[in-house]
């Protein structure tokens, strides 16, 4: 009777994803990984042609869990792209190493901050019909402004330099808004 296999390509998944999100996705190594999951790095193997795949599949799994924190981020702002900024920059404060990996690593073959930002659900087309709504005539170049300044705040809470609370910066976020769109 073949040996039952202890060590399972999602122990295998998960383990590195809990690494990359507490410890940072350079932490990543095969042998880090066995020696959290419990194992020789032969069930990696085993499971991953090599190393990039596994890291492939990190990057994926942080990917989908920024979906979800996106979706299930509460929606108080009522101008367009607030919402949107609030998420992002509580994300970076929240999940520094998952926002790291995302947004502002140099990773080959990763998706763009648009397709991750945009996701299977339009978050970023959904914010730019609602500013046309709203009587916005450039509503693709407002989001462009409004994502620099929302980017480089996210940014600035990576080195501690960001420490506006979330009131204030709902409050910055719609007076960028007005000030970007004329109003």
Known sequence: M?????????????????????????NVTARKVAAKAGCSTQPIFRVYK???????????????????????YPRTGKAPFVNLGMAYIAFAREEKNLFELLFVSDIKNKKSMYELLNGEAGNVGHEINLAKAMGCADAG????????????????????????????????????YRAFAGN
């Open 2 to 26: 073949a040996r039952k296999e202890s060590i399972t390509i999602d122990t295998i998944l998960e383990t590195a994803f809990v690494m990359a999100r507490e410890e940072g996705f350079v």
């Open 50 to 72: 090599n190393m990039e795949e596994l890291w492939e599949a990190v990057y994926l799994k942080a990917a989908d869990f920024f979906q979800d924190y996106y979706s299930l």
């Open 141 to 176: 170049n407002l989001f462009m402004q409004m994502w620099i300044f929302i980017h480089g705040a996210a940014c600035m809470t990576l080195t501690g330099d960001y420490d506006l609370s979330d009131v204030q910066t709902m409050e910055l976020l719609e007076q960028s």
